[in-house]
């Protein structure tokens, strides 16, 4: 077993490692660009959802209240005419980088603690790269990979973009367990 306070390194450098490829990944590669598509009539449907004065939430369309009105034949005929999905509305106002941005490394370095907390306690000091890489990756795979699998089962999200979603999951738990793989304690 590996103390937590022996795992700092891997740790931070894990976190800052996968915040730097996933840049790299969202803004050289660009292949997340096909994730979005443009509502047709974007400045006629925008200001009809303005009209609606919606606070910030996910919302769903149609929606009732129990799966007891969604059997309803009303309901039935209105979910067959469509349209159906999720909305989600963020606050108004500029759109800023920071804050997207500062989360998302808070999330990486949470990663990298549980990361660090289960190879630590699965995986012996001075074991060979390989292992560690093999236990490290795992976990991280698990946290940056496979949890975009839910947004397409319940969702929606188009099946491609999960699988984007997922390969940037696995070169992220690839840096992760690079980094622990490297940094193991002898």
Known sequence: MVALSA????????????FVVSSILHMVLKYHQADYKKIPNQ???LAELGKANLPPGLYQFPHFGSMKE???PEAQERFRRGPNGLLTVLPSGAMTMGKY???WFVFCVLVSLFVAYLTGRTVAR????????????TAAFMAYGLGHFVQSVWHGAPWANTIRA?????????????????????
Not at 126 to 137: M, P
């Open 126 to 137: 001075g074991v060979d790269y390989l292992t560690v890489f093999q236990v490290a990756g």
């Open 101 to 103: 941005l500062g989360l």
């Open 7 to 18: 795992l700092w390194l891997p740790l931070v450098l894990s976190a800052v490692g996968v």
């Open 43 to 45: 400045d006629q449907v």
């Open 70 to 72: 969604c059997n309803t």
């Open 166 to 186: 997922m390969i940037d999951g696995l070169v992220y738990a690839c840096v992760t367990a690079g980094f622990f793989g490297w940094l193991w304690p002898k």
